[in-house]
């Protein structure tokens, strides 16, 4: 079993910057998929990144460039560094993990565990 804690979410003005962190918890040796996902009020969720254990970021095209990815893996913790944010950039953003990342596992959100979310929030 996997829990997962975001944290670092608030409320900054357009062209700010926040940093998510999500702190993985539980018995595991290690997790292979890791990514962030956001739902705004009235949207489907989406996908915003996903990194596997050894990298390979994937990005969304509406954060890339603005948006980078990483996890420690000794600590267990998945960031996400978020640059350049825009009103349109306001969701509740959750972090999610995965063991078996079933194929196309960031584009079909197929992970198997989630976080409650953090709130981020750009105002103009």
């Known amino acids: 079993s996997v829990q997962l804690v975001e944290s670092g979410g608030g409320s900054v003005q357009a062209g700010g910057s926040l940093r998510l962190s999500c702190e993985a918890a539980g018995e595991f040796y290690s997790i292979e998929c890791m990514g962030w996902f956001r739902q705004a009020p009235g949207k489907e969720r989406e996908g915003v990144a996903g990194?596997?254990?050894?990298?390979?970021?994937l990005y969304d095209d509406s954060v890339k460039g603005r948006f980078t990815i990483s996890r420690d893996n000794a600590k267990n913790t998945l960031y996400l560094q978020m640059n350049s944010l825009k009103p349109e950039d306001t969701a509740m953003y959750y972090c999610?993990?995965?063991?078996?990342?079933?194929?196309?596992?960031?584009?079909?959100?197929?992970?198997?565990?989630w976080g409650q979310g953090t709130q981020v929030t750009v105002s103009s």
């Open positions: 990194i596997y254990f050894r990298g390979g970021p």
């Open positions: 999610a993990a995965d063991f078996s990342c079933r194929g196309s596992w960031f584009w079909r959100q197929t992970l198997d565990y």
